[in-house]
C-alpha cells in the first residue's frame, strides 16, 4: 500500500483537533519505579504534553499501551477485520517482515526521501527496514547484539577466538564462575533465535536463510555454531538459567556469578541491579545501574567471538514505527515523525529513553548524551562486529523464530546426544514446505 502524501501544514478541515493514537509498550498512566518498562513509561508520560503543546490546536496524542509481544499479532487481526488501528506503533524490522507479509502496512518511501534529514540516516538501518524496495518502516535507533561482560573476571579482556573463550570458561569454572549466560530457552515464541543463538551461529559465519526466503540451517557453519554451545553446556560452563525461560539467565548476570551476557544493547535498562565481583553495588531504582557500572569500568562492553576468518556476529536490530493500512490521522504520523527528527532534543531521548539503543540520525550521535563510556564502547563494539538482522530474506518470521529455537534447545539442552544435522534439516524442511 503507497504512503500517503505528505500532509499539509494547516489543521484539518473542520478546524477540531483531532487524536494522534499509538501503540507502545509502554503506558503512560503505570509511575511505578521498580516497573521493568519505568524508563519507557516515564519518556512515554513526559514527552505527551510536549508533542501536544508544540501542535497545539492540531493534534491530540493518545497512546494506547501494549505488550511488546502481543503488538505485531494484535494489529495484523484489527487491520484484517477492519477494526480500530494507530497511527503510529513502534516496532522492530523483523516484526515489520511479518506485517508486510500480511499486507497491512503502509510504505513511507517517497515521503521519507523528501525529508532533510533522510540522507543523515544510517544505511544500515533504512536497509533494515526496507522491504521489496520500500521502507516500511522508519528506524529512530539502532539496537545491535552485544556482549555485557564484567571485567573483573576477564582480566585479558573478553576472549575472541572459541579456543580462548574455552579456556576462560574452564579458569571462571574453577572459580565458581560460568563464562555466560545467555536466552537459551525457547520462550516468547522462540524471541532467542533473535539473541545470542543469532550471534554464535554468525559468529561461525552461519545464516538463517538461503537468500531466496527460504530457512537454511543445516549447514557446516550453523552445525560448528550447535556444538560450540553444545559444549558449553554440557562442560557446565552455561548457567542452567540460560534454558529457564522468563529472563531469569539475566540474573546470573546480576550478582555475577556468570561473567557475560551476550544480548541486545537494550540490556543496561533491564538487567539490574548489579553486585560486581569486587562487590561494588550498583542499586538504583533507575535505568543507570548498569550506565553507572559501565562508567566505573566494572562492566565492559564487548564483541563475541569469532571463528578463524570470521569477524564477530551481531544482530543488526531496529526500533522503529510503523503506519498501519486504515491508520485515520497519517499526518499526525508525519508531523510526530517530523518532530523527532528535526528536534535534536526529541531524538536523543526517544534514543535513549524509548529504544535503549544508538540514534540512526548521525548527526545525534554529536549531542552530549551520546559522548559517555557507555556509547563511546558500543560504538567501537558494533565497528567491530559484522552487523546484520537475523533474518535476511525470511518473510514469516513468526514461524521461522520458534523453529530455529526448538531445534537449537533440543540440540543444546534437551537432546545433547542428537544428531545436529538431522534436527537442523529437519526445522529447515518444515518451514520451507510453507513457502
Known amino acids: 500500500t503507497e504512503a500517503a502524501e505528505e500532509p499539509a501544514e494547516e489543521a484539518a478541515p473542520s478546524g477540531e483537533v483531532q487524536d494522534f493514537v499509538t501503540w507502545h509498550q509502554f503506558d503512560q498512566e503505570n509511575d511505578d519505579p521498580a516497573n521493568d518498562e ?81 540522507s543523515d540516516m544510517d544505511p544500515n538501518a533504512i536497509e533494515a527496514c526496507t522491504f521489496d524496495g520500500k521502507l516500511y518502516c522508519m528506524p529512530i535507533a539502532e539496537t545491535p547484539q552485544v556482549v555485557f561482560a564484567w571485567n573483573d573476571h576477564f582480566p585479558n579482556g573478553y576472549p575472541t577466538t572459541q579456543e580462548e573463550f574455552e579456556a576462560e570458561a574452564e579458569r571462571l ?8 549466560t545467555y536466552f537459551g530457552s525457547t520462550d516468547f515464541d522462540g524471541n532467542g533465535a533473535t539473541r545470542a543463538t543469532w550471534t554464535v551461529f554468525s559468529s561461525f559465519g552461519g545464516t538463517y536463510d538461503d537468500g531466496q526466503g527460504n530457512l537454511l540451517l543445516n549447514t557446516p557453519e550453523n552445525i560448528a555454531a550447535v556444538e560450540f554451545m553444545r559444549k558449553a553446556a554440557v562442560e557446565g560452563w552455561t548457567t542452567e538459567v540460560s534454558f529457564a525461560g522468563g529472563f531469569q539467565e539475566e540474573e546470573a548476570f546480576k550478582d555475577a556469578s556468570a561473567a557475560s551476557i551476550p544480548t541486545g544493547i537494550f540490556g543496561y535498562r533491564y538487567i ?18 548498569m550506565l553507572d557500572a559501565i562508567e566505573a569500568g566494572d562492566v565492559i562492553l564487548s564483541p563475541f567471538i569469532a571463528a578463524e576468518g570470521q569477524k564477530p556476529g551481531c544482530g543488526l536490530a531496529v526500533s522503529a514505527l510503523v503506519m498501519p493500512v486504515g491508520a485515520e490521522s497519517p ?87 542428537a544428531d545436529i544435522a538431522e534436527v537442523l534439516q529437519e526445522a529447515q524442511d518444515e518451514y520451507n514446505a510453507q513457502n
Open 331 to 417: 499526518e499526525a504520523a508525519y508531523d510526530y515523525i517530523n518532530w523527532l527528527m528535526t528536534e535534536p532534543e526529541q531524538n536523543a531521548d526517544w534514543v535513549i529513553r524509548g529504544a535503549a539503543g544508538l540514534p540512526v540520525l548521525q548527526s545525534t550521535y554529536e549531542l552530549p548524551e551520546f559522548q559517555t563510556e557507555f556509547y563511546q564502547q558500543a560504538q567501537d563494539t558494533v565497528a567491530a562486529s559484522a552487523c546484520r538482522p537475523w533474518q535476511g530474506s525470511l518473510e514469516r518470521t513468526a514461524e521461522a523464530q520458534p523453529a530455529i529455537m526448538n531445534a537449537v534447545y533440543k540440540l543444546v539442552k534437551e537432546d545433547p546426544s
Open 38 to 118: 519505568a524508563v519507557g513509561n516515564a519518556y512515554i508520560r513526559d514527552t505527551i504534553p510536549q508533542f501536544n503543546e508544540a501542535f497545539a490546536g492540531k493534534w491530540n496524542w493518545v497512546n494506547i499501551p501494549k505488550a511488546w509481544e502481543k503488538m505485531p499479532p494484535e494489529l495484523t487481526a484489527a487491520v484484517l477485520a477492519g477494526g480500530d488501528v494507530p497511527d503510529l506503533m513502534q516496532a522492530s524490522e523483523s516484526n515489520t517482515a511479518n506485517l508486510v507479509r500480511n499486507g497491512v502496512l503502509q510504505d513511507f518511501t517517497d515521503w521519507a526521501q523528501a525529508q532533510p534529514w533522510y
Open 272 to 289: 539490574r541491579p548489579l553486585t560486581a565481583p569486587n562487590g561494588n553495588t550498583y542499586t538504583t531504582e533507575t535505568e543507570q545501574d
Open 173 to 180: 569454572k574453577a572459580e565458581g564462575v560460568n563464562i555466560w
